[in-house]
């Protein structure tokens, strides 16, 4: 069959030439104003400077190194700067030249009948473009202070390193002059033509001046509020602009209130929609009774639940009475713990906790009560602090980011009864799962701390609010050791039984019977956090005096 001329193939020459792509790499700036050749240091000085861009531009910088500010007025710190970050790039750098033509030639029309450009155009790639700098986030509220203000010139002589100046500031006496008079409330070229007409509401007209009846501009004084008010260093975290199309908000509708006193009627605006707290009923531990069922509003709810999670969580604590949150997402799915964490429905439902107490921050199960149940003296709580691990709240960007991996993350999960079991709520006292010391006296294995826990020779007879079922020298000697075990584990290393028994020998000398029996008196509510087993003010100012006194005795004469 013979090829249609009408459909050959296309020659070599019609198709687009190819160029090599030069592997210069570019950096650029979405600069947000005018720039021109000679304003180009000015512009780099507001953006940090080049040490600033070539930190933000580095390979590997971290999260808060690519953040660049771009300060408009750098040489007043009271102004805010306009946030931006560098995002990745794949773009190609184009050199366009023009080369204008010799003398004086009528424009070409195009096929929209517009006049072409004179002149031959050239264009070559010159390279790479990776990183860009962008400036999408809106800018924070600006509030510049009185530049004449003490505090106003204190802070420019620290950005300056002033050291005189900084020396010679003297705090102000205060005058308590926060209202002060202010120009006529009329210009002079106004005032020979009478004042114009304004519709203001008289609730915003200050007091003593009557703009229906005076007519005399020069009478007519204003004031200006003169407080010292300084901006903090940041007014707003929203980056993102809220689309509301300038309508007010359809959930809220207008309530009229009286006065019981005085019988006055006012009305106010009242959001329909608002936030109903869904939370697990909360005791103190002096409180008499415990709960036996949920809060009258979670009730309400409880259709919305899904039922197989419910079910699943009334069997975790038929088995147990009393968790931790950490070791009762251990026992189920990331998923279904995700689930739970963002109903915050479904735990009330089953459960309610302490918040102060042997058991505090413990999840209970409703009906429980574990002040009355001697064998709840395993499910208590102990916490120790940890001065080198810091918590530290990640950026709402981290959050974020976190919150998308963790999802994508369990979306993977094809088995939740397959996977490995979590033991980051047990202590083994060889193995170091997490770096905070929170542990239930059950979740304790490790073989000399739980034969201390199952003792019961130091049961009490009655529940107390520091110590719970234990007695104080038991539960002193279990944290010593608890203490020891775990913080040599942070060192790299498990504590050997010479050091437990050396610490309990120790323990033993330091306590005192006045510190025991005074630990038997009764506290105020809400004045001492007893879960974290630490002193009360009393007992830790005779510790504080007792290592004073014996500090100097040390002391040669």
């Not at 030249?97 to 003398?103: A, F, Q, V, Y």
């Not at 329909?272 to 531990?285: C, D, E, L, Q, S």
């Not at 042997?358 to 120790?384: A, E």
Request: one cysteine or more.
């Amino acid at each position: 069959m013979e090829a249609d001329p009408s459909r050959s193939t296309t020659t070599i020459n019609d198709q687009a030439q190819s160029h090599p792509l030069p592997q210069t790499h570019f950096y650029s700036v979405e600069y947000p104003g005018y720039v021109q050749p000679a304003s180009v240091p000015q512009a780099i000085r507001n953006l940090g400077g080049p040490s600033s861009l070539e930190t933000a531009f580095r390979r590997g910088a971290s999260k808060s190194e690519t953040l660049v500010e771009l300060k408009l007025q750098p040489e007043d710190s009271f102004v805010h700067p306009v946030p931006g970050e560098v995002v990745a790039n794949n773009s190609i750098v184009i050199k366009v030249t023009r080369r204008k033509r010799k003398g004086t030639v009528m424009p070409e029309l195009n096929e929209l009948g517009q006049h072409k450009p004179l002149g031959d155009f050239k264009a070559e790639a010159v390279g790479i473009l990776h990183k860009t700098v962008r400036f999408r986030s809106m800018v924070d509220f600006q509030f510049l202070p009185d530049s004449d203000d003490p505090i106003s010139r204190l802070r420019s002589a620290m950005d300056r390193m002033d050291v005189q100046a900084i020396t010679s500031y003297r705090t102000p006496p205060e005058k308590e002059d926060y209202r002060i008079a202010s120009e006529s409330l009329f210009s002079n070229a106004a005032s020979t033509l009478g004042p114009p007409e304004m519709n203001i509401d008289p609730q915003l007209v200050e007091e003593g001046i009557d703009t229906a009846k005076n007519t005399n501009p020069s009478s007519t004084q204003a004031f200006r509020s003169n407080l010292r008010l300084f901006p903090p260093p940041i007014f707003s975290r929203q980056g993102i602009a809220q689309s509301y199309n300038f309508k007010g908000n359809p959930a809220s509708i207008v309530s009229t209130v009286v006065n019981e006193e005085t019988g006055e009627e006012k009305k106010r605006l009242i959001n329909r929609m608002r936030w109903k707290g869904y939370g697990p009923a909360t005791i103190a531990f002096s409180d008499p009774t415990a709960p036996d069922k949920p809060p009258t509003n979670v009730e309400a709810v409880r259709e919305q639940v899904d039922k197989k999670i419910l079910k699943k969580l009334d069997e975790l604590f038929s088995q147990r009475p009393v968790w931790t949150r950490a070791s009762l997402f251990n026992q189920i799915s990331a998923t279904v713990a995700k689930e739970i964490h963002n109903s915050k429905v479904i735990l009330p439902l089953v459960c309610y906790v302490f918040h102060d107490g042997p058991w505090r921050d413990t999840l209970v199960k409703l009906g429980y009560d574990p002040r009355k149940d001697p064998d709840g003296r395993f499910y208590q709580r102990l916490y120790f602090r940890n001065a080198n691990h810091p918590i530290n709240r990640p950026s709402v960007v981290t959050r974020r980011q976190e919150r998308a991996t963790t999802a994508a993350a369990a979306t993977t999960i094809t088995d939740p009864e397959k996977e490995e079991a979590r033991t980051s709520h047990m202590f083994d006292g060889v193995n170091l799962t997490k770096e905070t010391a929170a542990f239930q006296l059950c979740d304790i294995t490790d073989v000399m701390l739980k034969e201390m826990i199952e003792d019961p020779d130091d049961v009490r007879e009655a529940c107390d609010e520091r110590d719970g079922w234990y007695s104080t020298h038991a539960l002193e000697r279990i944290k010593a050791v608890l203490r020891l075990k775990f913080f040599s584990l942070l060192d790299g290393r498990p504590a050997t039984d010479e050091e437990c028994q050396a610490v309990l020998e120790q323990a033993e000398m330091e306590s005192s019977k006045a510190l025991a029996s005074s630990r038997n008196a009764k506290m105020r509510l809400g004045k001492h956090n007893m879960a974290k087993g630490a002193l009360r003010p009393e007992e830790a100012a005779a510790f504080r005096l007792r290592a004073t006194l014996d500090r100097e005795k040390r002391l040669p004469p």
